[in-house]
């Protein structure tokens, strides 16, 4: 699947599309997460997303994103000035992907689901692939365990296709905590206005949206991000 990425952000270089409105629902996008104020970015972005105003309200999402996401947005902020901007898929993961058979020697054959794609840039769009694919978030029991061999195999593919900078190498761990951030909202006021499920926006508010930033938070989460910082900046590293 790395493989493919990469031929996707590669070709993606001479695509010069607009991004998408910022308003449309259940984007992959950065546009809150690559303001230079966090909570600036939400206020003005919010009020744009039908429902989203409206199910906060029943959040204290004042203190609580500041206090599970400021860290990380304060580690990536030096950074923004480096983004080139490039459009990604948004959501790559194994099931959005056909593959030629069910064994291991199975080759990809096609990519599907766009529907999440904007103008973000390859660091943040690798960045979602490897938050979609390397960790286990349905096994909250465990930890959330990351499964480093099919993470190992997935970057060896992508780098071997798409050269990345040296700072889109730096930007790709900063961005890995949240890169969830917009989606994750925009679930909040699908479940909110659409749905009418007050549980799947517990779920979205509660398990992603502040779930995911506290597991990158954890000796866990913090372990693998010492981890891929290392191994993106390794002299090895493709």
Known sequence: GGLHLGRLHDAARNFDAPARPS????????EVITSPNLMTGLERWIPQ?????????????????????????ERLKPHLGTIQPRWGHGDWHPSNLFWSGTGTDAQVCGILDFGMSDRTCAAYDLAVA????????LE?????????????????????QYALSREERRLVPLFLPLVHVEYALSEVAYYETL???RAGVKAAYTD???GHAHWFASPSGQQFLR????TLQAPSCP
């Not at 029991?141 to 060896?156: G, M």
């Not at 981890?227 to 290392?230: C, Q, S």
């Open 23 to 30: 308003r449309r629902p259940l984007l992959s996008t950065f």
């Open 195 to 197: 749905v009418h499920d």
């Open 130 to 137: 490897i938050e979609r694919t390397a960790i286990a978030w």
């Open 227 to 230: 981890w891929l910082t290392r």
């Open 208 to 210: 992603y949206l502040l």
């Open 49 to 73: 997303q039908a429902g989203l105003t409206e199910a906060l309200t029943r959040h204290p999402w004042r203190e609580d994103i500041p206090a599970a996401l400021l860290p990380f947005h």
């Open 140 to 160: 909250p029991q465990n930890d959330c365990p990351v499964i480093h061999e099919r993470l190992e195999a997935f970057l060896s593919g992508y780098l071997a």
